[in-house]
């Protein structure tokens, strides 16, 4: 663990870093080019991305189910709406306070993750989420009520970027994109984040061992607040309009099946899985009235088929056949040769087996 951290730029072989750098370059340059909107509908795939990726980072590696990150999402979004209303039109005001609103609803969603684990721990998020869903009409004055709420400005809150017009704001909304997905990265791949998937995985064996437990989950919980507060106001730039609907249990679902169908191991399986969900809901619904049911069939598919999502069952399969690989490679041995390998893979197992947790907190 501690060679393959050393010899690869957080945890990536060359080849992996080159591909995913091509990825970034034809992402920033090939939908520009081709234009027909459809830098206007990857944008809004990247905003959904983006919460997406604030479930995948605390379930995945946490292990703590949040269905309140749609709360997180959709009071930042209202934030920033309702301050446009008061004359606030600053794109770095309105980002602090978008930010600001995250850390004020993820206050409570860490208080959960000290108090409860489990089903208690998502039934508490899950309530919350309906609770809130009830302000837009509480507040109606500020809120708009069911009628929701415009964004002021939508150029001006926008550094002056046109949504509907030009590349400016996709290339503004790629590079917020990327810039979570680097940061999480490294987060993930740093010594605090192996603890943390650490922590995940056994959690009463990490706090035997004198990792504050507590103090690691608070911590990704704020973390993933900020990402969901910034997705919010990057949607209010785009669409200028928010409603109730944004915080929503249904919207808090979306984001976590968009993660869990993408692949929770991995930080790009999140945008993967809402781009490829909010595509095939689009296209169905061009073509049948029924859209809701291709869509629950091909969830059903995916999860029964790949249950590990699918970047992560691209990784199983990866994993079996560098497995079969060696089995084959040691058929091929003499026996003698062939008996020594075996020993030696019995031992390596059952050391590895021991110390799993001790190399995620070298």
């Not at 034809?26 to 479930?55: E, K, M, N, S, T």
């Not at 379930?59 to 703590?64: F, Q, V, Y």
């Not at 995250?102 to 989420?129: H, K, P, Q, R």
């Amino acid at each position: 663990m501690r060679q393959i951290l050393r010899s690869r730029p957080l945890g990536m072989t060359p080849l992996t870093a080159a591909a995913v750098l091509v990825v970034i370059v034809v992402a920033f340059v090939v939908p520009p080019v081709y234009g027909q909107f459809l830098p206007q509908r990857l944008a809004d795939y990247l905003v959904f991305g983006i919460a997406a990726l604030a479930v995948g980072l605390i379930a995945g590696h946490a292990r703590l189910l949040n269905v309140g990150v749609g709360a997180t999402f959709g009071v930042s979004a209202y934030t920033v709406a309702i301050l446009t209303h008061h004359g606030v039109l600053n794109p770095l005001a309105l980002l602090l306070a978008s930010l600001a609103a995250g850390v004020a609803v993820s206050i409570l969603f860490a208080i959960y993750s000290v108090v409860a684990t489990g089903l208690e721990y998502l039934l508490l998020t899950l309530l919350t989420t309906v609770a809130f869903f009830s302000l837009p009409i509480l507040f109606s004055g500020a809120t708009g009520g069911e009628n929701g709420l415009g964004a002021d400005g939508a150029v001006a809150i926008s550094f002056g970027l046109d949504p509907l017009q030009g590349s400016g704001f996709y290339w503004l909304l790629s590079g917020v994109t990327v810039l979570w997905l680097a940061v999480s990265w490294y987060v993930l791949s740093s010594r605090a984040g192996r603890v943390m998937t650490a922590i995940g995985r056994n959690p009463t064996r990490a706090a035997a061992m004198g990792y504050s437990v507590h103090s690691y989950r608070v911590a990704i919980t704020f973390y993933s607040g900020v990402m969901a507060g910034s997705a919010g106001w990057l949607y209010v730039l785009e669409h200028a309009f928010v409603f109730p609907d944004l915080l929503g249990l249904p919207n808090s679902l979306n984001f976590v099946i968009y993660s869990l169908i993408g692949g929770v191991e991995s930080v790009f399986g999140p945008l993967l899985g809402a781009a490829g969900l909010r595509y095939l809901g689009e296209y169905t619904g061009q073509q049948s009235t029924q859209s809701r049911l291709y869509i629950a069939l091909a969830l059903l598919l995916v999860v029964y088929l790949l249950p590990n999502g699918i970047l992560g069952s691209w990784r199983r399969f990866g994993a079996l056949r560098q497995a079969a690989r060696r089995t084959l490679a040691m058929r091929n041995e003499p026996a003698a040769t062939r008996q020594a390998s075996a020993m030696r893979l019995a031992e390596g197992t059952e050391v590895g087996a021991d110390s799993v947790l001790d190399d995620h907190m070298q």
